[in-house]
């Protein structure tokens, strides 16, 4: 799922679930901050991190005043999805989540002796996700509960940071049930059809084509039409490393998106403590949801006006740098300043934390930032304890 539904919808689904204007601003806040969190350079602060960070090799100090600090990166990043560390820790824990943890997967696969087996002998059917089932004993129902008590007690910033960061985990088990977040047979597939609300084609043969040429990483075979709320969809997956695509999946996005959202607003009315609506009152909140979430591109400037018009009670603003008002300075860039375009870049892209574009071109670079807030220690503490959680670590030991 994109914008549209991280964060507009969850908004909305908090506002209507009774909790405050800013509460809700939070937990959507940080419910889209799962994707668009890519930073991943290593930072030099000139303030302490947390005992967490020291304690876990996650930060380190280097001068009188100075640490090295490693953020946890959340959103994706293409280029770097073809790392099998990024896929692990990032692609898997926060888009892609399994039904149980990677060593509970892996343990299973492996022999008498405790070698995993062969490639050919590997089920890599069970790294795929599946759709949440809040009945079923599944690791991302396990989290989401962990985090829907710790705001039941305190509605403070940090627990609904929490709260959004898993929904909106939550929400992908929907959009990317069937595929995994590594790269491997089991997210080979091609877009049958995609068609958007008024029936027109949602994707161009053109575009099929591209998407099946690219590595089977996630949904990247099939676009985008996964996350698109308002389409219905059918693409055919492999069943197995020598099958041909004869897995089909059709489905009505905005039916499969609506069940998971009442499931969302009916866990945040048990925090709340509102009653929950009828089938009659959720159906009519329902077709406000999908008529909201039907414009032209899931793009801010087409969605606030759309979502503003259909719940004019509530208020829609996002800003990436909202809470975290990252200062960043990247330093020693003589090296790196070739040209006009590389100085537009550094200008316009090298400073922004939240650029795929910008976190590339500042790979050997030194990057220090200042006056962190604690806001940013709290995310980058959360999402490592994810990894966690998923991985059975906070990092490749490859990096410590």
Not at 149 to 172: P, Q, V, W
């Amino acid at each position: 799922m994109n914008i549209g539904y991280h964060y507009y919808t969850i908004k909305t689904l908090a506002v209507r679930a009774g909790f405050g204007e800013e509460e809700a601003q939070i937990i959507a806040f940080y419910s889209q901050m799962i994707d668009d969190f890519v930073l991943s350079n290593v930072l030099l602060l000139n303030s302490c991190p947390p005992d967490f960070f020291l304690k876990n090799n996650l930060a380190k100090k280097v001068g009188e005043q100075e640490w090295l600090f490693w953020p946890c990166p959340t959103g994706i990043d293409m280029i770097k999805s073809v790392s099998h560390n990024y896929e692990r820790h990032t692609l898997v824990p926060f888009h892609f989540i399994p039904i149980t943890t990677l060593p509970d997967i892996e343990r299973k696969q492996s022999n008498s002796n405790g070698e995993m087996q062969s490639v050919g002998s590997f089920d890599r059917l069970a790294y795929r996700c599946q759709k949440a089932d809040l009945s079923y004993d599944m690791l991302i129902v396990e989290l989401l509960y962990q985090a829907v008590e710790a705001a039941k007690k305190e509605k403070s910033h940090k627990n609904l940071m929490r709260l959004g960061m898993i929904l909106h985990t939550f929400a992908d088990t929907y959009a990317h049930c069937n595929f995994s977040g590594f790269h491997g047979y089991e997210n080979e597939a091609k877009v049958k059809n995609a068609w958007k609300h008024d029936g027109s084609p949602g994707i161009s043969e053109a575009e099929i084509f591209f998407f099946k040429e690219l590595p089977s990483i996630g949904h990247g075979n099939v676009g985008t039409v996964p996350d698109i709320c308002t389409y219905r969809i059918a693409y055919a997956m492999k069943s197995s490393p020598k099958s041909g695509l004869d897995y089909i999946v059709e489905r009505d996005n905005a039916q499969f998106f609506s069940e998971c959202s009442r499931d969302i607003f009916h866990l945040l009315c048990t925090i709340t403590g509102k009653k929950v609506l009828d089938d009659r009152e959720w159906n009519e909140l329902r077709e406000k949801l999908i008529k909201a979430q039907t414009v032209k591109k899931d793009e801010k400037k087409y969605l606030t006006p759309s979502w503003s018009q259909t719940f004019p009670d509530i208020s829609y603003e996002y800003s990436k740098n909202i809470y975290f008002m990252l200062d960043m300075i990247v330093e020693e860039m003589e090296g790196l300043l070739l040209d006009s375009s590389r100085e537009r870049v550094a200008q316009e892209v090298l400073k922004d934390a939240f650029s795929c574009e910008g976190n590339q071109h500042r790979n050997g670079c030194q990057v220090r930032l200042n006056n962190v807030t604690q806001e940013f220690f709290d995310y980058n503490e959360l999402a490592y304890e994810r990894v966690k959680a998923v991985t059975g670590e906070y990092r490749s030991q490859i990096f410590i």
